[in-house]
């Protein structure tokens, strides 16, 4: 697509359930990441996807965090259990192939509120 | 302390005025980016450096590698310019990840 898209824009969620938001990246585009915003903060790396590459998950906050990528497309990062404090914007963003030069175009974001 | 740090957290302008941000970081980078978030959460790249300077209609952007220090400055601002302005550094590990300073929010008034 033109752009990267992210779904839904907003997820109202209750305590304790679990929640799915989506990522389709620039086609062609190989490498996929994810990032968080809560309020009044700056944005926090959560997981990037290269290609084939395992996954490098080192920004996941718990164990109730997950994401995957299918192939070099879509991408679903899935909460579990949520918890207030996971309200934030989710935004997801990608790269031709993760080298610097290249830049990052990032989607519209998921606003994920917990209540 | 952060890796990447912004000053100022604030700031003020009136219409017209000449506007510098300031961002510093400390690890090794491949490059580094300021990016613009309005509300509503959209960010759109700026620039991409990795050495000297960019300019792009109003906005400029250095950066020295040596002292580890970026500037992007905003001149004749204008209240559409009020945004929350995110330096991001792509670290010399080629991770991909980028790591971020925690903004600039920026009201320019007429």
């Known amino acids: 697509g033109a752009g990267v898209s992210q779904s839904p824009s907003n997820k109202v969620t209750e305590k304790g359930k679990d929640v799915e938001l989506r990522c389709d990246p620039i086609s062609g585009h190989t490498a996929l990441y994810w990032y968080r915003q809560r309020l009044g903060q700056g944005l926090e790396f959560l997981i990037y996807f290269q290609g084939n590459s395992a996954p490098d998950k080192s920004g996941l906050p718990s164990d109730r965090f997950s994401a995957e990528r299918t192939g070099e497309s879509v991408s679903t990062l899935t909460i579990q259990r949520t918890q207030q404090e996971d309200s934030a914007v989710y935004l997801c963003?990608?790269?031709?192939?993760?080298?610097?030069?290249?830049?990052?175009?990032f989607g519209s974001g998921t606003r994920l509120t917990v209540v | 302390k952060n890796e990447v740090e912004q000053s100022p957290q604030n700031l003020t302008a009136q219409e017209g005025e000449f506007i510098t941000i300031n961002c510093s970081y400390s690890v090794g980078i491949s490059a580094l980016h300021w990016l613009q978030q309005h509300p509503g959460g959209g960010i759109v790249s700026l620039f991409m450096l990795s050495s000297g300077k960019k300019k792009h209609g109003r906005l400029i952007a250095t950066i020295n590698i040596q002292e580890k220090h970026s500037s992007l400055h905003i001149t004749a601002s204008h209240p559409r310019d009020s945004a929350v302005y995110i330096c991001a550094v792509h670290g010399s590990s080629n991770t991909g990840k980028l790591i971020f300073g925690q903004g600039t929010t920026l009201q320019v008034k007429p």
């Open positions: 963003a990608s790269s031709r192939d993760g080298r610097y030069f290249y830049g990052y175009t």
